[in-house]
């Protein structure tokens, strides 16, 4: 089989995602600790705001 070399990603199926770079290597795994941190934060921030609109809408 003859075939060129092809410089450019040949997953993409669609001409224009041929021409984007190659997807960037993954980022470093966050530890747990600081993972489940973050998202008892996001969890208490989102309850909070919820709170407040629904508190407000009813008052």
């Known amino acids: 089989m003859d075939r060129r070399l092809v410089l450019t990603n040949e997953g993409a199926g669609h001409p224009f995602r041929r021409l ?22 996001l969890f208490l921030l989102s309850f909070s705001a919820f709170f407040t609109c629904f508190y407000t809408l009813i008052a």
């Open 20 to 41: 984007l770079p190659p997807p960037a290597p993954l980022a470093p795994a966050v530890p747990r600790r600081v993972a489940a941190r973050e998202d008892a934060k």
